[in-house]
């Protein structure tokens, strides 16, 4: 443990590797944007908007898409099929709390791609329905 009397800079430089170590963000709110540059860099590969809005409303071979819950244009709010619930909208122009924490994202695409593909999506699927996404405005 680092003793009180040592300089502050020394201090940060300790902060910065256990906050880098542990993979933890040294932002506190991330944007869609970056989110979505991070899925691009992962596919390695542009997104493409209209493949996305394809996938989003597209049944993938189970019984819900996408635009089941979500709408087909999700700028509004959405009702969860199975359980009813008000979905609030996906759109982020429309909602300017989706898509501004990864860990939470991530697990919503686990989820939600659990349900509508059978599968995690991949990366370039995560990038394309994003990308999408952010061309809806109001």
Not at 2 to 16: T, W
Not at 91 to 105: I, L, Q, Y
């Amino acid at each position: 443990m680092l003793k009180s009397g040592r300089p502050r800079a020394l201090r940060l430089l300790y902060v910065f590797g256990v906050v880098t170590a542990t993979g933890v963000s040294a932002a506190y709110a991330e944007s869609p944007a970056q989110i979505l540059n991070d899925y691009a860099a992962q596919s390695g590969t542009a997104p493409v908007p209209s493949r996305g809005q394809q996938f989003f409303t597209t049944r993938h071979g189970r019984e819900w898409a996408c635009a089941t819950c979500h709408g087909a244009a999700p700028t509004g709010s959405g009702l969860h099929a199975a359980t009813g619930k008000t979905i609030a909208p996906l759109a982020p122009a429309f909602n300017p709390e989706r898509f501004t924490d990864a860990a939470k994202t991530e697990k919503w695409f686990r989820r939600n791609c659990g349900d509508v593909v059978g599968r995690e999506c991949t990366a370039s699927e995560k990038a394309d329905i994003l990308s999408w996404l952010l061309t809806l405005k109001p």
